[in-house]
C-alpha cells in the first residue's frame, strides 16, 4: 500500500475548500457562529471540525476515507485490524478488556498500569491478579515485567483468561516480551498491552520493538504522545485470531462518541502517514541530536540522567533527570517552568522530557533548552524526601475484595493513621504519570500511607483520593 497517502486528511481537504451552507451540527456553523474573542484562535480548526457528511465517511461504519485510512494503518502495523479512537487510549484499554474479558474471568495485570486499566477490570467484573514489576532503586520508580512473576502467576491462577501489560513505562523503560507472549499462547491466553508511549516503536533500529512485533494480540498507542498528533488520538490494533474483532468494534461503539472529531482522526491519518515517511537518515540524524543534548545536559552539575538497567531497553525518546541537591522532582519542575520549560511529568525523585520524533530538515532548541536548566538550577539545594513506591510490595497479589462486594459494602471515613490494615474503597492516584498507589479493594500498609503523606509534603497532585488533603482515606467498613 501507498503509505504517503492520506484518504481521511484528503476529504477534510476537499471538504474544507467547497462553498457550503451549514444546516447541520456542530452548532458553530464551520466557524461562521463562536465567540468573537475565540475566533481568531479558533478558525483553521473549525473550518474542518465536521460531522458525518457525504464524502466524509462513519467512524463506526466506515466504508470510504476513514475505511481506507484504517486499512493503511494496519498495513503499516502489519496489524490484522487497525482503528482510530477519539477518546484516548482510555477508551482503547477499555475496550480491548470488555471485548477480552467476562464477568468473574481471572485476568493478570502488571500492577503499575495505567487507571483506565483498573477502570476496565471494574466494568469488565473480573478477578485481577497483579503481578509487581521490577524496581529501580536509585530513580525510584518501576520498570517492567519478568517472565518469571508471569511464569509464577500461571501456576498459582491456571485459569487465567488474560494477561494485561503495560509496555513501555511512562519513562520509556521495554523489556524483551518474547517469552511472555510464548507463556501466554502456549495456554490459549491472549496478551493485553497498553503501549501508549510506543506508536512509533515500529520504527525499529535505534527505537525499542513494538509488543506487535513481539506478537502481543491487543495493542493500544497513544499517537499523541509521539507521534505529530492532536491530543487524544490514539490507535488499536487486533493482531490474533485470539481476538473477536466483532467484539472490539461494538466495545468501540458502545465506548467511543456517536460525533467523533474529525480534526483528531484526520491527525491521525496525517501521524501514520509522517511516521511511514521516517527514513533510516531521519533516525539517525535524530539520534545524533539526542546523543549531543543528552551529552551537553550531563555537563551540568547539578543533575544526573536516567540510564535503565541492563535487562531493559531505552526509548531515546524519554529523558530523565534527577537533581544532585536533594531537590525533589516536583521542586525541579517549578525551577525549569520558571524558565520556559515544560517537561512532561514529575515524581518525588524525577523530571521527565518527552523529545521530538523530528525529521531530518526539522530543528529543535535543545541548545537553548540546556542553557536555560543550567540556569535554572543553578545554586538551588533542597531537602529530598524519599518515597517507598513498589520494592516492597509482593510479586504477586490480589485484592482483598471483589468489585461484586465493594458495591455493597458500606464504607467511611478514616484518618491516614487508622487506615493501615483495612480495605481502601477508592484508588489514590499520583497524576501524572497515573498509576495507582493504593487501589480500590486493596489492603492499605504503613508503607503506602508513608509514600501518600511523603507525596502530599511534596505538593504532588492527585486524581481520587476525596479527603487525602484533610489526612483521611475512605475504606470498607468490615464490622
Not at 465517511?57 to 482510530?84: N, R, T, V
Not at 468473574?104 to 503481578?131: E, Y
Not at 515500529?202 to 513494538?210: H, R, T, V
Request: aromatic fraction near 8%; include cysteine.
Amino acid at each position: 500500500m501507498d503509505q504517503l497517502q492520506t484518504p481521511l486528511f484528503d476529504a477534510l481537504e476537499k471538504f474544507n475548500k467547497l462553498t457550503k451552507v451549514s444546516y447541520h451540527v456542530p452548532g458553530h456553523k464551520n466557524g461562521q457562529v463562536f465567540l468573537k474573542r475565540g475566533s481568531e484562535l479558533y478558525n483553521s480548526v473549525l473550518s474542518v471540525d465536521a460531522t458525518e457528511l457525504t464524502g466524509l465517511d462513519d467512524l463506526h461504519a466506515p466504508e470510504g476515507p476513514i475505511f481506507e485510512a484504517e486499512a493503511l494503518l494496519a498495513d503499516l502495523y502489519h496489524a490484522k485490524k487497525s482503528y482510530f479512537l477519539v477518546n484516548g487510549s482510555t477508551v482503547g484499554n477499555l475496550a480491548m478488556i470488555l471485548a477480552t474479558c467476562t464477568d468473574g474471568d481471572t485476568v493478570i495485570v502488571q500492577r503499575n498500569c495505567h487507571k483506565s486499566i483498573l477502570h476496565g477490570l471494574m466494568l469488565a467484573n473480573v478477578k485481577p491478579v497483579f503481578i509487581t514489576p521490577s524496581y529501580e532503586e536509585k530513580w525510584g520508580i518501576a520498570s517492567g515485567i519478568d517472565a518469571k512473576v508471569v511464569r509464577d502467576a500461571l501456576t498459582l491462577y491456571p485459569e487465567t483468561k488474560a494477561i494485561i501489560l503495560t509496555y513501555p513505562n511512562y519513562y520509556g523503560f521495554a523489556g524483551d516480551l518474547s517469552e511472555i507472549v510464548t507463556l501466554a499462547h502456549e495456554r490459549d491466553i491472549p496478551l493485553l498491552v497498553d503501549e501508549a508511549h510506543g506508536a512509533h516503536f515500529i520504527l525499529g533500529d535505534s527505537f525499542p520493538n513494538s509488543a506487535l512485533t513481539f506478537g502481543a494480540d491487543l495493542v493500544v498507542q497513544s499517537a499523541h504522545k509521539t507521534l505529530p498528533a492532536m491530543t487524544m488520538g490514539s490507535y488499536l490494533h487486533a493482531n490474533s485470531s485470539l481476538i473477536d474483532v466483532q467484539k472490539v468494534e461494538f466495545y468501540l461503539q458502545m465506548l467511543q462518541s456517536s460525533s467523533p472529531s474529525y480534526p483528531i482522526m484526520g491527525s491521525l491519518d496525517l501521524a501514520r502517514a509522517y511516521l511511514a515517511s521516517y527514513t533510516k537518515i531521519d533516525q539517525q540524524l535524530l539520534m545524533k541530536k539526542i546523543a549531543l543534548f543528552k551529552e551537553s545536559l550531563a555537563t551540568i552539575q547539578e543533575i544526573e540522567l536516567l540510564e535503565p538497567s541492563a535487562q531493559f531497553n531505552a526509548d531515546p525518546l524519554k529523558v530523565t533527570i534527577q537533581s544532585k541537591r536533594g531537590i525533589s522532582g516536583f521542586e525541579l519542575q517549578s525551577f525549569l517552568e520558571e524558565k520556559g520549560i515544560y517537561t512532561e511529568l514529575a515524581d518525588a525523585r524525577n523530571v521527565l522530557f518527552v523529545l521530538p520524533l523530528l525529521k531530518k530538515d526539522a530543528d529543535y532548541p535543545f541548545r537553548q533548552t540546556v542553557h536555560l536548566i543550567a540556569n535554572a538550577v543553578k545554586g538551588q539545594i533542597g531537602n529530598h524526601i524519599d518515597v517507598i513506591n513498589y520494592k516492597k510490595s509482593n510479586e504477586i497479589t490480589a485484592l482483598s475484595i471483589s468489585y461484586a462486594e465493594m458495591k455493597q459494602t458500606i464504607t467511611k471515613q478514616v484518618p491516614f493513621h487508622e487506615a493501615i490494615g483495612k480495605i481502601s474503597s477508592e484508588m489514590v492516584i499520583p497524576y501524572p504519570p497515573g498509576i495507582p498507589l493504593i487501589m480500590a479493594g486493596e489492603l492499605i500498609t504503613e508503607e503506602k500511607i508513608n509514600s501518600l503523606m511523603n507525596l502530599l509534603a511534596l505538593h504532588c497532585r492527585f486524581h481520587g483520593g476525596t479527603f487525602i488533603k484533610e489526612g483521611k482515606l475512605i475504606v470498607y467498613d468490615k464490622s
